[in-house]
């Protein structure tokens, strides 16, 4: 079993910044992938980011050029670094995993942008 743990979410203005984590616990060796995603009220979740194995990232259109994934392999932690945030950015963000075919989501941290 993989844990994950999200934070990092809050209230930002628009043009401001917010770093999200993803922290993986438990049986976190073979992670190959993990995908932030975004949930809007009477919307679908949304891929936004994602990284895998080989370092590989890819970015939703919406937010290509303003956020940026990495991940730090001694802290088994992902990180989402937000940045020029607009009021659209508004949602609850998840982390999904997935290792040995098995998927694994985080329980989410809000992210709120206001002006």
């Known amino acids: 079993q993989v844990q994950l743990a999200e934070s990092g979410g809050g209230l930002v203005q628009p043009g401001g910044s917010l770093r999200l984590s993803c922290a993986a616990s438990g049986d976190t060796f073979g992670i190959s992938y993990t995908g932030w995603y975004r949930q809007t009220p009477g919307r679908e979740r949304e891929l936004v980011a994602l990284w895998r194995s080989g370092d590989y990232t890819n970015y939703a259109d919406s937010v290509r050029g303003r956020f940026t994934v990495s991940r730090d392999n001694a802290k088994n932690t992902v990180f989402l670094q937000m940045t020029n945030v607009e009021l659209q950015d508004t949602g609850v963000y998840f982390c999904?995993?997935?290792?040995?075919?098995?998927?694994?989501w985080g329980q989410g941290t809000q992210v709120t942008v206001f002006s």
């Open positions: 999904k995993v997935i290792r040995l075919g098995k998927e694994f």
